[in-house]
């Protein structure tokens, strides 16, 4: 089972991925490939089935959202929901890394860890759609639109 990394939603509304939605730019390296976003609590639900029983464990679950979005669309859903001017601004996984040693502390290896992870990950491999979520919990995945709003509500992007 796996969801997570630079598609999970959450992302947005903590750390770099957040102070990029309060600063009004996104800097990420995935340029206009479509990522199927997933809610971290899809994840933690069908998890949370896996273990119990309620759902087969014996098989390996892609969770993912209800849609694929670029960056850029996932900047536009989050100025919608915050009212504010959010855009986002693609930059290379060798600059993003960079960006991430110099500005944010992060150890060399780390840094050239996450710049390869990035180079490879965001290759468009994962712009495809399941029905994992639905079979496994019997109703349909969250989708951006609605964290959007969540957390723009809850303040997440208040600052």
Do not use: Q
């Not at 630079?6 to 947005?12: D, E, G, K, L, M």
């Not at 639109?145 to 997440?156: F, I, Q, S």
């Amino acid at each position: 089972m796996y969801g997570s990394g630079p598609r999970a939603i959450a992302n947005f509304d903590e750390g770099v991925l957040c102070d990029g939605v309060l600063d009004g730019e996104i800097v990420f390296p995935a340029g206009d490939v479509k990522e199927p976003f997933v809610d971290a609590d899809d994840i933690a639900e069908v998890a949370v089935a896996a273990l119990t029983g309620d759902a087969p464990g014996d098989r390996t679950y892609e969770i993912t959202g209800p849609r694929l979005l670029t960056f850029a669309e996932a900047a536009a859903e989050i100025a919608g929901a915050t009212g504010r001017a959010v855009r986002y601004a693609p930059v290379s996984a060798e600059s993003y890394g960079a960006a991430l040693v110099r500005d944010h502390g992060l150890p060399d290896e780390l840094g050239a860890f996450l710049t390869e992870l990035f180079a490879t990950l965001l290759d468009g491999r994962n712009a495809h759609l399941t029905d994992d979520v639905r079979r496994v919990l019997g109703r349909e995945p969250g989708d951006f639109a609605d964290y959007a709003r969540r957390a723009a509500r809850g303040g997440a992007w208040a600052g």
